[in-house]
């Protein structure tokens, strides 16, 4: 998806639910474990109910690549199950990737130029520390997108993240200027997190049109009336993911149900706010 | 391999090689590519030829994830391959991981406690731009490690990296001294660009006992003997790695044997660099 296309799907939805498939074989419901691939009927019945809500979803890699080769299938399954959905949906590979030229090059290919494109993403999350050889390589690929960490939702983000340097700015918020001229408001976007919502200000003040992936809403309990307030653009701007608190709402037979119930929550309130603060 | 371990390993070989698995189809001899599983036989030919020379392998995961589940098969017998060698050698997951804490633990357990303990690497890389609870997870697996990045071997090391921060020191060196402090010289290293070898001198006043993880020489241009000269330790403490100009030394029938002869010369300047800096 470009941004035309992701700006119209978030205009039809009126929402910016990204939902965060964190899919672990320890919390989703015991009777799913008897079938073939039950990572994949997990991810499954969650897209189906929650897709009218949400315009995005974002594997974790992780919780893939923790079980070897069967979840690298189970993953493949979900993205290829999405690619073949009839409606435009938004596929980030949360991978926190970023390696030398050679090597990031490598990645790219992975997620965006598959050898089966039906297993391609839209866009992949890196990390800004090995500077501009090592994210560049992302950009280029038709309606493929470079998600850059900028301010992240843990507590170690003030490790690093929040010193400042000698042009006066934190480190973030160069990682912000210096990296959104690699490319456009067209192929990168940037993760700030949540859980530090009044800093979306700063954040806008360097990037006023960039698209935020915005991650700590719900389990990690950052405020979705905030992060719109303070990050919200004429067109959006923003994908808020919520992983846990969706996916996990209930480990019964009705977990799939109970999903939608909370992303429709909060997709009702997502369309309070984009009335509110964006022209959409 | 605990550092006890792979301390004795260098001495009994006299080197400090690490050996980068950068597999690329396009690369390997065409012969092999009517093989079933031509990664997996190419890795296995330089593995049996340069065993001798070298105490570490280290496959960097994009150039596998860049095939698919496939690639991934490649890797995972490659791993066992290793695993399954009579001598001890040390495996580092060249995946330059880091998120946030419940994601870095799935990472751990991916790389360090897999469903089949013959899977298991020894060594993973990871990105401290998320911080301490993204990097913390990594740590207190038997005989497995964190190497950190800390000052890269590429063109965009200048873009973060060296930034002066608040405390007056650069922001490698931030992370070597906070980063320093989470874990031990028994379960923590950190990756030097051999790129910059005259910086060694300053990242040795900060950990002057941890192993050094150190990329860059061959294909890229750092000196070896630099390396060592700013670099070593009583104990050795470094690793370093050489990728391109050993597996792809050839691309005839003779590519293992000519991989072996790159191998050998690496290891005969180590062994009297080893001598000449060490007190091994």
Redesign the interface.
């Known amino acids: 998806m470009n941004r035309t296309e992701l700006i119209a799907e978030i205009k039809r939805k009126k929402s910016f639910l990204c939902v965060g498939l964190?899919t672990?074989m320890a919390k989703i419901p015991e009777f799913l474990k008897s079938s073939e691939d039950p990572i994949f009927e997990f991810n499954k019945a969650i897209i189906d109910a929650t897709l009218p809500y949400a315009v995005a979803y974002k594997p974790?890699l992780?919780?893939y690549?923790?079980?070897?080769?069967s979840g690298?299938?189970s993953l493949?399954k979900t993205v290829r199950y999405i690619n073949s959905l009839r409606e435009k949906v938004f596929i980030i590979a949360?991978a926190?990737?970023?390696?030398?030229?050679?090597?990031?090059e490598?990645?790219a290919?992975?997620f965006f130029n598959?050898?089966?494109k039906k297993?391609n993403y839209n866009a992949l999350t890196v990390?800004?520390?090995?500077?501009?050889?090592?994210?560049k390589p992302f950009m280029g690929f038709d309606r493929a997108w470079v998600i850059i960490?900028a301010l992240?939702?843990?507590?170690?983000?003030?490790?690093?993240?929040m010193?400042?340097?000698?042009s006066g700015e934190r480190?973030f918020e160069?990682?912000l200027r210096?990296s959104s001229q690699w490319g456009s408001i067209e192929n990168t976007m940037y993760v700030v997190g949540a859980t530090k919502a009044d800093m979306l200000l700063d954040v806008r003040k360097i990037v006023p049109h960039h698209f935020l992936l915005v991650?700590g809403v719900g389990a990690q309990g950052g405020s979705l009336s905030e992060v719109a307030k303070f990050g919200m653009t004429d067109e959006c701007g923003l994908l808020v993911n919520a992983s846990r608190s969706i996916i996990y709402a209930s480990k019964e037979k009705d977990f799939a149900q109970k999903a939608a119930i909370e992303a429709k929550n909060m997709q009702m309130e997502m369309s309070k706010l984009i009335k509110l603060y964006s022209k959409l």
Do not use: C, H
């Open positions: 964190d672990d974790n992780a919780f690549e923790a079980l070897g080769i690298m299938e493949s949360d926190k990737r970023g390696d030398i030229g050679n090597t990031s490598r990645y290919n992975a598959n050898v089966d297993e990390a800004p520390y090995m500077g501009e050889d090592s994210i960490l992240t939702s843990n507590k170690g983000a003030f490790d690093f993240q010193d400042v340097v000698e480190v160069k990682v210096i991650p």
